[in-house]
């Protein structure tokens, strides 16, 4: 109808789905300038489908937003609506993809080497972004006087992790991994840094420093 009000009355439309395309094969040219979109929700795909996509779910709307993020162009601008728990699911679909939408934001504002955080903070009240291994040296001036040598020792392995792979390295979660990464043996770990809920709080304890530079600069 609205085709046929603005004198369009044989549009040349056909019927297709977009998400029959692997975006893999998208080009610059299939690129545009502008996104405005309200994809389906709710939506179940083919197995076949989703093999189109690096992160593969049968929920339309999320297969929809990697096939926008891959046909913006560099530059462009984009206002998709999304679903209201897109920011809160757990599941593995959502995860991945807001890490997707991180990474091309950090893309955009030069700040790869920075954290969510420092995103958010660019996006809100463009500030500038702080890289990890400003947070790092930061971490470990302000932590010489409040550990042990030893205790240091494992903080600036931590740290090097952090800088290397992101903050996820700081998860509690990856507590003992960590360990076994640096000390091999975790009881070898124990006997040089004490006891395990002591070493535990090391590690959780150093954490508040890498992220003191912007209560620092907020204040």
């Not at 040349?12 to 690129?31: E, G, K, M, P």
């Not at 972004?129 to 302000?142: F, G, N, W």
Request: hydrophobic share 40%; no cysteine.
């Amino acid at each position: 109808m609205n085709m046929i009000l603005h004198g369009i009355e044989t549009p040349n439309v056909v019927h297709a789905n977009t998400l029959a395309d692997n975006i893999s094969d998208i080009q610059d040219r299939d690129r545009y300038e502008v996104i405005l979109a309200n994809p389906p929700f709710g939506g179940k795909e083919r197995k076949e489908v989703q093999q189109n996509f690096p992160i593969k779910t049968g929920e339309t709307a999320f297969l929809f937003l990697q096939h926008f993020i891959k046909t913006l162009r560099a530059g462009g601008r984009a206002a998709i609506v999304i679903k209201n728990t897109f920011l809160s699911n757990t599941h593995n679909a959502s995860t991945s993809i807001r890490k997707l939408l991180l990474a091309e934001m950090q893309k955009v504002i030069e700040a790869e080497k920075s954290e969510l955080f420092d995103v958010l903070a660019y996006v809100a009240f463009a500030t500038p972004p702080v890289t990890r291994e400003d947070r790092a040296v930061l971490a470990r001036s302000a932590t010489a006087k409040d550990f042990s040598d030893k205790h240091r020792a494992f903080i600036d392995f931590v740290l090097g992790q952090y800088v290397k792979q992101g903050v996820d390295e700081l998860d509690p979660e990856k507590f003992a991994a960590l360990v076994k990464l640096k000390y091999n043996a975790i009881s070898d770990a124990f006997d040089d840094l004490g006891k395990p809920e002591q070493v535990r709080s090391v590690f959780v304890g150093f954490q508040k420093h890498p992220y003191a530079y912007r209560a620092a600069a907020g204040s």
